[in-house]
Structures are given as structure tokens and as C-alpha cells.
């Protein structure tokens, strides 16, 4: 067992707020890496769970498999490779079966981009599931057109382009550890434009037209974490507006998200490089979120 992950026999690890998380997505995106991750929070994981199974699964328990692990939240991944798996036959027997029995459960779909996607392809030499005889990028144009309506229906979607498996154990540790609450998760992130846009993130806000510290020789192998980047961007005119701007217009709208019942909630600031001005600005609204009492999750996607 590694260092990190937790001990099956510890009760104070079981998330009290969650029994079950259907784990899908596109193949090749981090599924495996999602699972083992829930795995390590002590969620019983179970892979490939054909759809007749399901509802005993979710519903049977020890009685059914006599398996005492089964008394944890379990999570369970789903996808293309899945036998019998339809999307949307999937969905109506999983709102069926959760609606029937009172079950607490979410759908959490871990998407990447297509060219990432078909790069970790190359790079594998795996063969993807829908290809058969056909180039990689066919297969996962048909996977995404197959699964979309399920991306629409999650629960919470986790883009894994640029974030590793120690990343994304982050996101989910705060999504469904055992300290995770049913209060909204905010997650703040930087990027560049030059790589374009995090496909998660719910608001994204332009930081482009603050100073460029990339300019400025001294201050252009360092990034918006650095103090002396922070005072120079911070010492931009616009800037202090625009932050006060910035918290006044989400101090209204955060419990008013947590009213619509939304879970989790992903800022995402860009600039030019995703450096310098997204990342100092992420920083600083994570730090006024921690004040605010609600901690948030941050990541600079672009900042190496």
C-alpha cells in the first residue's frame, strides 16, 4: 500500500454525504485514475460494471455479495467498453433505480481534449475501443457523439487536458471526501488563451488588459505567485477596481448558486501566457474566498 492512499479499515475516511458515484466518461481521459482516486478516499471501486448489476450492486449490498467492504459508498465506472452500455438506457435505469431506493448518488464524467486524447492514443500505442480498423481520431469522434447526452447529465464534469492524476485527486478529495460538504465547491483557475479555454469552468473572466509583467525582464522568468509580480500587477490602476468589482458582483451570486442545488462552481481567469496576470488574480480571489469562509480549490493550468 502506498503512502497516500487510506486504510479500508478506518471509519473516520468514509464520506457521510454520498453512497455511490458512477464514474464515465471519454476513454483515455483518467477514468482508471478517477477510480483509484475514490478508491484511496475509501469508496469500494469497481470497474466495467455491466447494467444488469447495477441495481443489485447499489441496492443489494452484503446481502447480496456477502462481501463486507460493501458497507462503504461505492464507486462504480461506466462507460463505451461496458457491456450492454446505452447511454440513454443507462440514465433511465439510473434515475429508476436512485429515485426507487433513496440513493445519494452522483454522476461524475472525466472528459479531455480530442487532441490530447488522441496523443495519449499514439503515445500508448492503445487501440481505442471504437476504432477498431479505423484512425484513433474517428473512434473518438464517435465515443463523444455517443456520449454527450451523458456529459449534460453529470453530476460534475472533470476536464483532465492539463491536470495529472495528483491534480485530480485534489478536485475529488474535495468533491466527495469525507470532509467534503454539501456546500458549494469553488474551484479558481488560470490559464492562457494561447491554449485556449478550460471547458469546465462556469465564469471566465479576461485579465488581458492589466500591465504584462512578461515585459518586464526582471519579472519575466517569474510567475504571479512571485510577491514582486503581485505588486506590479497589483500596482496597475485598474486593478483594485476591478477586484472590488469582481467580489462584489459574486458575494449575491454564491449563495444563490448553492440555492439552485449547483455542487461545484469553476472561475477560470486567463491572460496571454497563463503566467503572470491570471495567476496572481486566481490567487487573490482564493484568498478572498478563504476569508469569505469558503475555501476554494485553485489551479494554474498553464503557469509551467
Not at 108 to 113: A, Y
Not at 127 to 135: I, K
Not at 247 to 273: H, V
Request: proline share 5%; net charge negative; glycine share 6%.
Amino acid at each position: 500500500m502506498s503512502s497516500d492512499e487510506i486504510p479500508n479499515s478506518n471509519p473516520d475516511n468514509i464520506p457521510d454525504n454520498i453512497q455511490a458515484v458512477i464514474v464515465t466518461g471519454m476513454s483515455g481521459a483518467g477514468k482508471s485514475s478517477a477510480l483509484k482516486a475514490l478508491e484511496d478516499m475509501n469508496f469500494e471501486a469497481i470497474d466495467n460494471v455491466p447494467l444488469t448489476l447495477l441495481e443489485a450492486i447499489l441496492t443489494g449490498g452484503p446481502q447480496q455479495f456477502e462481501a463486507p467492504g460493501f458497507d462503504r459508498p461505492v464507486a462504480l465506472g461506466v462507460d463505451i467498453r461496458t457491456r450492454d452500455f446505452a447511454v440513454d438506457d443507462f440514465l433511465n435505469h439510473f434515475d429508476e433505480i436512485t429515485a426507487a431506493n433513496n440513493i445519494n448518488a452522483q454522476i461524475l464524467f472525466v472528459d479531455c481534449d480530442d487532441e490530447v486524447l488522441h496523443r495519449r492514443y499514439e503515445e500508448t500505442r492503445h487501440r481505442h475501443p471504437l476504432a477498431m480498423d479505423r484512425p484513433v481520431t474517428d473512434g473518438i469522434q464517435r465515443e463523444r457523439k455517443l456520449v454527450t447526452p451523458l456529459r449534460e447529465r453529470a453530476d460534475m464534469v472533470v476536464d483532465t487536458t492539463a491536470i495529472g492524476p495528483g491534480e485530480l485527486k485534489t478536485i475529488l478529495q474535495a468533491q466527495f471526501g469525507s470532509d467534503a460538504k454539501q456546500e458549494l465547491t469553488v474551484f479558481v483557475t488560470s490559464f492562457s488563451y494561447r491554449k485556449g479555454l478550460p471547458r469546465e469552468a462556469d465564469l471566465v473572466l479576461d485579465v488581458r488588459f492589466l500591465r504584462n509583467p512578461h515585459y518586464e525582464g526582471a519579472l519575466r522568468e517569474m510567475s504571479g505567485k512571485d510577491e514582486a509580480v503581485g505588486t506590479y500587477i497589483k500596482a496597475d490602476e485598474a486593478f483594485d477596481g476591478f477586484f472590488a468589482n469582481l467580489t462584489q458582483m459574486l458575494t449575491p451570486l454564491m449563495p444563490r448558486f448553492e440555492a439552485e442545488g449547483k455542487s461545484y462552481l469553476t472561475i477560470a481567469f486567463g491572460c496571454t501566457g497563463g503566467r503572470h496576470r491570471s495567476v496572481y488574480v486566481a490567487e487573490q480571489l482564493a484568498k478572498w474566498f478563504d476569508k469569505e469562509g469558503l475555501r476554494a480549490q485553485i489551479n494554474h493550468r498553464d503557469m509551467s
